[in-house]
């Protein structure tokens, strides 16, 4: 079993949307918790960042952390063309300097 | 740009040869981070440095693949005797030790091909 379990979709929403990603994981050291976006043939771009339990805002993406269910989300809203990429999530230890990233899930909004 | 750089962007080689890859991180970056990467799949840590020291190794990194960054700066990922099964995009990351997060920004990526 992977540490971090993602679905990889396809994910396909109409724009405007409410889009939810979701990522599960099993090793409860993991306290450091991002989002990062992809597109296709480049590198991750940091998107939000998350320390232990809780929620984060940042514009149209809510991160939220629920480490009693080891559970992670990314909330997107009012959904953009732009925002079709590949979403991955990623989480480390307390000392620990390697990221443990998800499958990704590949999202497309439809104009 | 003041982000991370790597280069070549992309290699096609033939089965047993060696290639070398370069990272220049963020400036004011003090750890540096290799990542492999294959279709469909997340990134999976290879190796980190912080300054010219390399600090942990994957088990991932056979004894064909080395990294050096030998004045804290710049970074070559180095595999030998290349194997088809080492087709995927090396990703180099980095970040700053003093950082509360751990963030890591990443490059662009080297897509390698092994033929």
């Known amino acids: 079993q992977k540490e971090v379990e993602q679905d990889p979709g396809p994910l396909s929403v109409p724009e405007g949307a409410i889009v939810s990603l979701n990522c599960t994981y099993s090793?409860?050291?993991?306290?450091?918790f991002m989002w990062y976006r992809q597109y296709s043939r480049k590198g991750p771009e940091l998107l939000m960042y998350?320390?232990?339990?809780g929620n984060k805002e940042d514009g149209r993406f809510t991160a939220q952390v629920d480490k009693s269910s080891k559970y992670i989300s990314l909330f997107i809203r009012d959904s953009q063309p732009s925002d079709s990429a590949t979403y991955l999530c990623?989480?480390?230890?307390?000392?620990?300097?390697?990221?443990?990233f998800g499958q990704g899930t590949r999202l497309t909004i439809n104009p | 740009d003041t982000g991370v750089s790597q280069n070549p962007r992309h290699k096609i080689t033939k089965r047993g040869q060696n290639v070398t890859f370069r990272c220049d991180p963020i400036?004011?970056?003090?750890?540096l981070y290799w990542y492999r990467q294959t279709l469909g799949q997340g990134p999976e840590f290879l190796t980190y440095?912080?300054?010219?020291?390399?600090?942990?190794k994957s088990r991932l990194l056979s004894d064909r693949f080395s990294a050096e960054r030998p004045k804290g700066s710049f970074s070559t990922l180095e595999i030998q005797r290349t194997e088809q099964g080492d087709s995927a995009m090396y990703l180099c990351?980095?970040?700053?030790?003093?950082?509360?997060?751990?963030?890591?920004?990443f490059g662009p990526g080297t897509r390698l091909t092994v033929l």
């Open positions: 990351a980095s970040s700053f030790a003093g950082g509360i997060y751990n963030e890591q920004f």
């Open positions: 090793n409860s050291a993991f306290q450091y």
């Open positions: 990623a989480m480390s230890g307390q000392g620990a300097q390697k990221l443990v």
């Open positions: 440095f912080q300054n010219e020291a390399q600090l942990e």
């Open positions: 998350t320390y232990s339990s």
């Open positions: 400036s004011e970056h003090n750890r």
